[in-house]
T-cell receptor, first 112, second 112 residues
Framework: KQEVTQIPAALSVPEGENLVLNCSFT??????LQWFRQDPGKGLTSLLL?????REQTSGRLNASLDKSSGRSTLYIAASQPGDSATYLC???????????FGTGTRLTVIP | DVKVTQSSRYLVKRTGEKVFLECVQD?????MFWYRQDPGLGLRLIYF???????EKGDIPEGYSVSREKKERFSLILESASTNQTSMYLC???????????FGPGTRLLVL
């Protein structure tokens, strides 16, 4: 069974800092990996989706990388802002499977 | 923009009650999903549906059933609510089964 781990569980950084969030998964036979953002008490918003054949995806200040062979993905946030404060979740879809396997998230706080 | 709505943001029910959670999407998506989210456990898939009247069990279907009579609507049913079903319930939809999922705002259910 696919297990997805996100470390650290919480992270605080000063505004303007660049930061990296980590996601690791146990089964490298994945179809794609998705990063989500969740604000307190709210649903999930999709940020980036990386197909297994891709190495990275970028959207604005966000860059997600994927290293399938080592079972790792990172989400890089440039020039962090207080509005980036949220919980960031990664989710992996195994090849041939219909469901996503989620990590438990990293709660990010950007301090003004 | 894709919009996924859930009928209630907060619900309080008694043990043994039958509970209906409704989800509606407006983008003609084939696939719809129900997850529950619990602290330390992340999101776990309860059921998903890939077409009207079609459903498949996810990782934790026990104690739940679903109904999809129309393409845009996917209902989660707790036949006899129990306290261990107190949780945040999230609905999602996607056009293709292995592509980006779009989430609703969630329903926080408390079973007393």
């Amino acid at each position: 069974k696919q297990e997805v781990t996100q470390i650290p569980a919480a992270l605080s950084v000063p505004e303007g800092e660049n930061l990296v969030l980590n996601c690791s998964f146990t089964d490298s036979a994945i179809y794609n990996l998705q990063w989500f953002r969740q604000d307190p008490g709210k649903g999930l918003t999709s940020l980036l989706l990386i197909q297994s054949s891709q190495r990275e995806q970028t959207s604005g200040r966000l860059n997600a990388s994927l290293d399938k062979s080592s079972g790792r993905s990172t989400l890089y946030i440039a020039a962090s802002q207080p509005g980036d404060s949220a919980t960031y979740l990664c989710a992996v879809r195994r090849a041939g499977a219909n469901n996503l396997f989620f990590g438990t998230g990293t709660r990010l706080t950007v301090i003004p | 923009d894709v919009k996924v709505t859930q009928s209630s943001r907060y619900l309080v029910k008694r043990t043994g009650e039958k509970v209906f959670l409704e989800c509606v999407q407006d983008m003609d998506h084939e696939n719809m999903f129900w997850y529950r989210q619990d602290p330390g456990l992340g999101l776990r898939l309860i059921y998903f549906s890939y077409d009207v009247k079609m459903k498949e069990k996810g990782d934790i279907p026990e104690g739940y059933s679903v109904s999809r009579e129309k393409k845009e609507r996917f209902s989660l049913i707790l036949e006899s609510a129990s306290t261990n079903q107190t949780s945040m319930y999230l609905c999602a939809s996607s056009l293709f089964i292995q592509e980006t999922q779009y989430f609703g705002p969630g329903t926080r259910l408390l079973v007393l």
